[in-house]
């Protein structure tokens, strides 16, 4: 009796972890609960949605994209709409892996020119809005680049000191 109480157990938890893994989901962690709830288990890991991406994913070559600063354009940060499903893909996708619509090598680089001139443009508007000053090394800061922790991106200061007020073009030189 308790034999067979074990082979199903092992069975649960078996396809349990084969259903999770084809979810993206963690084949152990579901093993274990199908292993431990048997037929309950696997109609839980049977009726749990996919995980988007699954884990971290990897850029082309290789290594995990890591985000640029705002002041520098990184294709991989955008995105564009699929002609034929509006799907949003990869700037830089030459197909889209939703329905299949190839783009021409000349497409995806214009494509690429494109959102390029918009962020400059973008760019040198934030560049002609008001800034803060930074005294501490004579140079404008607009205040969407400050750090996520509110500090100056040049001296590294909290950018609520006194050392940064707002400035309308007085005093100091652009950076």
Known sequence: MIGILLVQAVAFAALSAIVASNK????????????LFGLFGFIAAVAVGEV???????????????????HEFNPEENKKKCPACAEY??????????????????????????????????????????????ERRET???PEILNADGTC??????????????????HGREG
């Open 24 to 35: 993206n989901r963690d084949a152990f962690g579901w093993g274990a609960i199908g292993f």
């Open 52 to 70: 988007e991406g699954g884990k971290e994913k990897q850029s082309v070559s290789g290594h995990e994209s890591q985000p640029s600063s705002p």
């Open 89 to 134: 893909i990869k700037l830089e996708a030459r197909v889209c892996r939703y329905c299949g619509h190839e783009f021409s090598e000349e497409e995806v680089e214009k494509k690429i020119e494109e959102v390029r001139r918009e962020f400059e443009q973008r760019q040198e508007k934030v560049t002609q809005e008001s800034k803060l000053y930074c």
């Open 140 to 142: 404008m800061i607009h």
């Open 153 to 170: 991106p040049a001296c590294g200061n909290p950018a609520v000191d006194k050392k940064h007020p707002l400035a309308e073009g007085t």
